[in-house]
């Protein structure tokens, strides 16, 4: 019986293929081939940008969701999502086109390119109103944002740019291209450059304030400290307001300051292009590529022949940095400042973790962090620091391939190195693209980049 069916199996093999040969061969056309699609793999335009977060989740500054938990028995509950320990893309920033971003202590603001109202957005802790009012109920403001969310401010026109973005403890600065300064927060100690009151509620504040103008000039950069801000004019003048403790206003004064005013002191006649503070101490960088400072100057950042801890008035470093070639990038602190020079080369002075080694946490006069620690060396000769900065404790440079080095306390992964131990020298960060900006705070960081294709 099976010699039967196998017999029949192999006769039927012909019928089939007879059957399959008279079928119409289809004849093959060449110029199809010109018309079928072509696989391309997308290339990102030259103005896309991705940010990447990390450090402490838990406030709501890196405005990513908290991702849910797995159902245990009948009840569901969520993972403990407190720190971002390597660097994360933000999805928010893929929606939007992101053109600036500031850190707060505990909060981040971003300004993104649109026509319409709503042109910049806050996430992460909201206590004082610095991130803008915010209420699902009338009356119950939210004190602190998972996600960002618009801010509202009371633009002229449609057509207003946001220029620059700058945030400290509790208040946030907002620059743009004409209209001058909105600034909202808390204003204890005039850090908002208006007047000051002393009964004053800041929860829940609707209050934004606008400089239009300082010295009958265009503002063109903010920065701000812990409780104090900055002002650079068109022409090069620098003005300031809020806390003056430890002389960070430089007003030659050491109280509080309600309305900006001219910074004194060596920079009257400079033509400064950039400040740069995180607590209480001031760095300013002349269009010569020359230093200054003011501030408090416990840690000598800002020397001075008489030794004081608290320079009230801005001080011209040029014999302190003499030698270092011309100065490009500055950075200060909690305790420590940092700079580049056109050489590529990075040097830091201060107290704390300043990438010597875990034996040097304090130098008085500006030492260099050694170059291959940067990536130069005999097989990449051109590698070269273009941008530094710093948080509270935590140090950070770029390079001119985009690259991004830290160092220093790693308080809550703010490193973003993927644990939580502290750096001492300069650690290269996997970030998957071309690193353009990064923004330091006292517990988080937040890297602004272009893709690599």
Sequence with gaps: ?????????????????????????????????????????PISKSSDRRVYVWGLAETGALGIHMPRGKKKGKKAYRNNFSYAWHPIRSSFCERFDVTNIACGYGFTVAAVKTKEQHKVFGTGINTDSQIGYHAPRMGHPLEMLVSPAPIFIPYASLETKITGLAAGRAHTVILTDNEGVFTLGNNAYGQCGRKINPQEEYKGSMVSHNIKHLGKENIK????????SLFITESGKVYACGWGADGQT????????????????????????????????????????????????????????????QVNMSYALLNFTKGLGKIVDIAAG????????????????????????????????????????????????????TKVACGIGHLAAITNSGDLYVWGRNRYGCLGLGHQNDQHFPLKIGIGAHVLSVNCSVDHTVAVCKPFT
């Design 221 to 228: 950069s903010v920065c701000c400290g812990q409780d104090h």
């Design 334 to 385: 909690g305790s420590f400042c940092l700079i580049c020079n056109d050489q590529g080369d990075v040097f830091v002075w201060g107290f704390g973790l300043l990438g010597l080694g875990p034996n040097v946490q304090h130098t008085n006069k500006p030492t260099q962090i050694p170059a291959p620690l940067f990536g130069r060396n005999e097989f990449n000769p051109e590698c070269m620091v």
């Design 250 to 309: 430089g007003l030659g004064i050491y109280e509080n300051q309600g309305f900006p005013a001219r910074v004194k002191g060596d920079i009257t006649s400079e033509n400064i292009v950039k400040v740069a503070s995180t607590a209480d101490c001031v760095l300013a960088l002349s269009d010569r590529g020359e230093l200054f400072g003011w501030g408090n100057s416990e840690y000598g950042q800002v020397p001075m022949n008489t030794k004081q801890q």
């Design 1 to 41: 019986m099976n010699a039967i069916k196998l017999f029949v199996q192999r006769r039927s093999f012909p019928l089939i293929f007879n059957r399959t040969a008279t079928t119409k061969k289809k004849i093959h056309d060449p110029s199809e081939e010109d018309r079928l699609p072509i696989f391309q793999y």
